[in-house]
């Protein structure tokens, strides 16, 4: 989970994408056998300033806008603060959670915020 608002977000991505990437193939095995990685960032601020609650990333030409360059490497930032209502009911109020608001609860919240609880008072 990513709390503060830093400069070097996308550098972050991108770092933690190669490494996930670096240990997928062993030497002397063909590339098609690289395996999809995903980076998921949860972020309590909205890193674009767009009012998205997700940002997806992709590569594709910058010029035609249309040819997808498919790495295989997805990137979902999420934003806790975004103004989307289009997600399904658990990430909202997953993201809700984040800011410190429980909208249902009973569910799988509440059984998170169990589990958290259980972790802290355990002393790891």
Do not use: W
């Amino acid at each position: 989970m990513q709390t503060t608002k830093t400069n070097d977000l996308e550098q972050r991505m991108l770092y933690y994408a190669m490494n996930l990437n670096r240990f997928t193939l062993r030497t002397g095995q063909s590339y098609s056998k690289l395996k999809s990685s995903y980076v998921v960032f949860l972020c309590t601020f909205d890193p674009y300033d767009q009012g998205e609650s997700v940002y997806d990333f992709a590569y594709f030409d910058k010029r035609t806008r249309s040819i997808e360059f498919k790495t295989g490497t997805h990137v979902k930032v999420f934003n806790s603060k975004g103004n989307d209502h289009d997600l399904n009911r658990k990430m909202r109020d997953f993201l809700d959670y984040m800011n410190g608001i429980i909208n249902h609860p009973e569910g799988y919240i509440a059984s998170l915020q169990k589990d958290i609880d259980q972790y802290v008072n355990s002393g790891k």
